[in-house]
Structures are given as C-alpha cells and as structure tokens.
C-alpha cells in the first residue's frame, strides 16, 4: 500500500504510515504540523484566529466542540489554488471550501502531534512533491519537518504550481516523480521477495 496526502492530507498519511506496517511508501504535497506554532500561524486567517482560536478551543472544549464552522472560515481558503476562477468554485462548493465541520475536529487538528517523530520515522520511503508558488502552505514550512525525517526520502518541486497543484509544468514533474517512485517501490518490493 502507499499512501498520497495532499495538503493536510500530507501529515494524515504520515501519521497513518507510522502506525500501519502495510504501507510500503508515502507521497505528500506538504506536511502541515500543526504541533508547530508557526504553521498554525501560516494555515489560519490570522494569528487571532491561529493563537485565540486554539486557545479558546482548548478551554472549552465541553462547550464548543459540537458547533460547526466552515472550512472557509478557519483557513486560508482564498489561497487553495492560483487560479481565480477555481479558487472561486472551491470556495462556493459546499463539499470543498463551504464544508462545515465540528470544532472538535478543527481542536484535534490543531493538537496533533506526530505519532513518531521525523528523527525516528523510518516506517517506508517517502516522496514529497512540494508546490514552488503555494502561499497557503509554503516550502518552509514542509522543509523543517522534511529535513528532519530519516527515512529514504526525495523532494520534488511542482514548477509554477499553486497548493492544489493544476499549472503545468508542475502537473507533469508531478506525474513523473509519482510514477518513478511508485516503480521504485515496485522493483524493491518484488527485489525482496526473490
């Protein structure tokens, strides 16, 4: 099994390889740890929101954590593409952007902390295909946690692509790395068992 997590999706999938022994790769578009008071900074709408926000939802978790919120309103949700028209759609959908989620999921979220520690992780390889023009979630901030894993890793920067990667060149760079490193995967795999 590998595993791709896009956006927060990345750190999802991580947290998954590090608990299952079936995952033999993971592919991310960014690690978003939300442990780190600086994403958490970078992926709110502002650092009221990022520092009262969480505050308030640690406090008073019996009180809040059944009130829902759209996704809309507690990220940058105007940074998810570079392409007006398709930020405008995402925004609009009630399953992408318009999704209302509990505050308990948004106040679990934003307590994560990773079940293994990039120094010790070492669980499959993994392939992070980073966005060079994402405002939403900069190389940055995947970079610390990226340079701390220990595992078999590669980085491949998306030319041109926004954090839901759609420009080319980045689209294809994407589709090369994904598959190389799935035929990686494959002949290590089948290497082992010969």
Do not use: W
Request: hydrophobic residues 40%; glycine residues 4%.
């Amino acid at each position: 099994m590998v595993l791709l997590g896009a956006s927060i999706g990345g750190m999802l999938a991580y947290h998954v390889a590090s608990m299952s022994k079936q995952v033999k790769g993971l592919i991310v578009t960014t690690f978003v740890d939300t442990s780190n008071q600086r994403v958490r900074d970078q992926i709110a709408p502002n650092k009221l929101i990022s520092r009262l926000g969480k505050f308030t939802l640690d406090r008073f978790p019996l009180v809040l954590d059944s009130f829902l919120i759209s996704v809309s309103k507690v990220s940058r949700m105007k940074l998810i593409t570079n392409n007006y028209e398709l930020t405008k759609l995402i925004i609009q959908d009630s399953r992408a952007a318009g999704t209302k989620i509990p505050l308990r999921f948004l106040r679990t979220f934003l307590n994560a902390k990773p079940i293994i520690e990039p120094e010790y992780f070492d669980a499959c390889p993994i392939l992070l295909v980073h966005p060079e023009v994402d405002p939403m979630t900069p190389f940055k901030l995947s970079e610390s946690f990226y340079k701390r894993l220990k595992c078999k890793k590669r980085c491949v920067i998306l030319e041109g692509a926004g954090h839901f990667p759609v420009e080319q060149p980045g689209v294809e760079q994407m589709k090369i790395a994904v598959l190389t490193f799935l035929n990686e995967i494959e002949n290590t795999f089948e290497s082992k068992e010969d």
